[in-house]
């Protein structure tokens, strides 16, 4: 897998004297840490053909350089595009789900006849807050 450098955060690039190579099993785990959640904050394309990656761990704040083959970069992506689309599954259904309770909050509301014109005519006309005025 990819060679990369270690830098602590805090560490500039020419202090280079904490630095330290180590071998990374894929570019989203962090070589400190272990968390699967490495983000990437910039890349360049090398001479080489490789894609110079400076990569940042959220979880223990390591930050890499990383010197990463296209497939490498390309495995990467389509975990993260994966990752993001589990998200957007997860927040999809936690709005669903918030909808759903409302509906059934509105419903049980209606259905008691205590939703009458005036709740609609905003905050400040409510009676509720005119009475406590
Ligand atoms: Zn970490």
Redesign the pocket.
């Not at 962090?30 to 968390?35: E, F, M, N």
């Not at 761990?57 to 390591?62: G, K, L, S």
């Given at each position: 897998m990819g060679e990369l450098t270690l830098r602590k955060s805090g560490d500039t690039e020419s202090s280079g004297a904490r630095s330290t190579v180590v071998q990374m099993p894929g570019l989203e785990i962090?070589?400190?840490?272990?968390?699967a959640y490495?983000q990437a904050l910039s890349s360049s394309r090398q001479k080489n053909g490789r894609l110079a990656l400076e990569l940042r761990?959220?979880?223990?704040?390591?930050r890499m350089c990383v010197a990463a083959t296209d497939a490498q970069v390309v495995a990467y992506e389509e975990l993260c595009d994966a990752g993001r689309e589990e998200m957007k599954r997860a927040y999809d259904r936690c709005v669903a789900e918030s909808l759903e309770a409302l509906a059934g909050v509105l419903a049980r509301a209606l259905a008691l006849d205590l939703v009458t014109a005036d709740d609609f005519a905003g905050p400040l006309r409510s009676p509720v807050v005119r009475r406590l005025r």
């Open positions: 962090c070589p400190s840490c272990d968390s490495v761990c959220p979880e223990c704040e390591v």
